[in-house]
């Protein structure tokens, strides 16, 4: 296990000379972005349990209590469909990329919440589904075989059930098992099923009891959808277009980085207007054949320059396999920016960077730019070997030009010595539990790091971290 951790600057790899420290090449930085409006993510939290009880609310004042058997289970059955269809609702607003909400809560938070209300969502469905068959086939005397054939001959509970395969298979195609195994852009193909599914829902509430009878409640229904649907038509679809026609964003020049890994300089009008921060990322679309199917999330690999955004990538897949052979002059969409791995986190003066792989992308950023004096930043960062150190140079001029710490921690993630373990974080970063740590990875080098860092001593509260797995 090589551990080059003793020296604030660096400490050069065995065999090779020191490399001289160079201040980064003079450019025009773009002018400090204008914080961006951001929700925080308790309200949002707030917000939608209010919402809750608030169709809840709904419910109680319709429901007319009764003691026949059919009567329980059919109120049972209203009010798991109108949390369903609200539970639906929420879930397209958290991936809406509405940017008050991706800038305050954090893209890798709204996917946790996303995932963890589908399964909500289906719970209630097939509470819904159960309970309505059990109402009618007690209320008709028939059996539950028998009142689903009779249910489906209505159009309304026919669009619910095929809305529900729909939902269905957008879960099954999102667990992890599944998930796996199929590509990226058929795993977005059957999520834009829930589009269909939640139109297809909405039918079937309108012509519900819960919603039928009362013109108001209709109209109050109506708009909630009518709202999610416009904020997905704009920020999903009408935003990207218009940044592309007011930026005209193209492929200025692909770079190597290093085995498998490139830059990519993309260049158009007014970038600055963006207010792109350090730490953000955008989703990219490259308008070529192979690439322009698909918008994948990178994170800014350098502060905004000269009009100038640059992301840094590996080849982990057949897309990103493709971005090495962009040419100059490809047009570029770009939605964002996103994320809430920004400076506007930081709570303490001094701040730890730990960064794995080409997880170093938005922490190469954020090293350049987050303000400090010498001492005060620290960057980790963890990779097998030398040559998985990527923007190497670039990173020790940032640390020699602002006498800041850089240690490289190399060797095999099963190796005998941990070298992210707390006793050896707290021997590289004494006062480590002192210090916001800001943290990007591979997910399992990602988690076992959080696991560690509160073993360390610091709080959860001041780890900072954003999986874009699912963003």
């Known amino acids: ?163 529900t395969a729909l939902l ?37 509430q309108l012509a519900g009891p819960d919603l039928a009878g009362s013109l108001l409640t209709r109209w109050l229904w109506s708009m909630a959808h009518g709202t999610v649907a416009v904020l997905l038509l704009w920020y999903r679809l009408v935003v990207p277009v218009r940044a592309a026609l007011r930026h005209d964003l193209r492929v200025v020049e692909v770079r190597d980085e290093g ?29 070529r054949r192979g690439l322009w199917a698909t918008a994948l999330p990178f994170s800014l690999s350098a502060p905004v320059r000269d009009d100038t955004l640059r992301i840094t990538v590996k ?17 570029v969409l770009a939605t964002g920016p996103f994320g809430a791995l920004t400076a506007h986190r930081r709570t303490r003066r001094k701040v730890l960077l730990l960064a794995g792989g080409v997880g170093i992308t938005p922490l190469r950023a954020l090293f350049e730019t987050l303000p400090g004096g010498p001492g005060d930043v620290t960057l980790l960062y963890r990779a097998s070997d030398a040559g998985g150190l990527v923007l190497r140079e670039e990173l020790e001029s940032i640390a020699g030009e602002r006498r800041a710490a850089l240690h490289y921690l190399l060797g095999p993630s099963d190796g005998s010595f941990d070298p992210l373990a707390p006793r050896a974080l707290r021997d590289l970063v004494p006062d480590l539990a002192a210090h916001d740590v800001y943290l990007c990875g591979p997910p399992a080098m990602a988690r076992t790091a959080t696991a560690n860092l509160i073993r360390a001593g610091v709080p959860a509260s001041r780890i900072h971290s954003e999986d874009f797995d699912h963003a």
């Open 1 to 163: 296990m090589t551990t080059e951790a003793s020296h604030p600057l660096h400490v050069p790899l065995p065999g090779r000379p020191a490399p001289v420290l160079r201040a980064p090449a003079p450019a025009r930085p773009a002018p400090a972005p204008v914080p961006a409006l951001r929700l925080p993510p308790e309200r949002l939290r707030t917000g939608i349990l209010a919402g809750a009880g608030a169709v809840a609310l709904l419910w109680g004042l319709q429901a007319r209590p009764s003691a026949r058997l059919d009567a329980v289970f059919a109120s049972g059955a209203h009010l798991t469909g109108l949390l369903a269809g609200y539970g639906v609702l929420v879930l397209l607003l958290l991936m809406a990329r509405v940017p008050a909400v991706e800038h305050g809560v954090g893209a890798d938070r709204l996917a946790r919440w996303h995932a963890l209300g589908g399964r909500y969502v289906l719970g209630l469905i097939g509470a819904h589904t159960l309970l309505a068959l059990c109402g009618h086939a007690v209320h008709t005397r028939t059996d539950v075989v028998t009142a689903t054939e009779d249910l489906l001959g209505y159009g309304a509970i026919a669009a619910a059930t095929a809305g």
């Open 315 to 331: 080849a982990l897949g057949d897309h990103t396999r493709r971005i090495r052979r962009l040419r100059p002059g490809v047009r």
């Open 259 to 287: 085995p498998g890994v490139v830059s990519v300089l993309v260049r158009g009008r007014g970038v600055a207007r963006l207010r792109a921060e350090p730490g953000q990322f955008f989703r990219w679309r490259f308008l």
């Open 168 to 204: 269905v298979a957008v879960g099954l195609s999102s667990a992890r098992a599944v998930r796996r195994r199929i590509r990226h852009e058929t795993w977005r193909a059957v999520h834009l099923g829930a589009l269909l599914a939640a139109a297809l829902g909405f039918v079937h």
